[in-house]
């Protein structure tokens, strides 16, 4: 049973930068490089929605429209750790952040992005709250 952690967030005012990171523990059935590791976001009242994916087995990356060119996401230990790197934070950014994971094994690619009902592990979240 894939297991992930957040660590991260917190409070940061417009223009500064946060970096999270994901641990994912609990690779017993399949390699971790084996997984797709996608951050999501939800803010309150909306849909949790895609922010960046990354697959190694495919080599996919993915980012939304909305942090394009302002995120990079970054794995390191064949998925044990997974970074998201964002840059100029503005109160648009505010929500909970998650980590997710997709077995991608059996699947064909590309791997990114993934939609939220084919993640097989998330992660509880970790908050991010951008003040203008």
């Known amino acids: 049973q894939v297991q992930l952690v957040e660590s991260g967030g917190g409070s940061v005012q417009s223009g500064g930068s946060l970096r999270l990171s994901c641990t994912a523990t609990?690779?017993?059935?399949?390699?971790?490089?084996?997984?797709?590791i996608s951050w999501f976001r939800q803010a309150p009242g909306k849909e949790r929605e895609e922010v960046a994916c990354?697959?190694?087995?495919?080599?996919?990356?993915y980012y939304a429209d909305a942090v394009k060119g302002r995120a990079t996401i970054s794995q390191e230990n064949d998925n044990r750790i997974v970074w998201l790197q964002m840059t100029d934070l503005s109160p648009s950014d505010t929500a909970n952040y998650y980590c997710?994971?997709?077995?991608?094994?059996?699947?064909?690619?590309?791997?990114?992005?993934?939609?939220?009902?084919?993640?097989?592990?998330w992660g509880k979240g970790t908050l991010v709250t951008v003040s203008s």
């Open positions: 997710a994971a997709r077995l991608v094994f059996y699947v064909a690619g590309p791997h990114c992005p993934s939609p939220p009902h084919a993640m097989d592990a």
């Open positions: 609990g690779f017993t059935s399949f390699s971790s490089d084996y997984y797709a």
């Open positions: 990354l697959s190694t087995l495919g080599g996919d990356v």
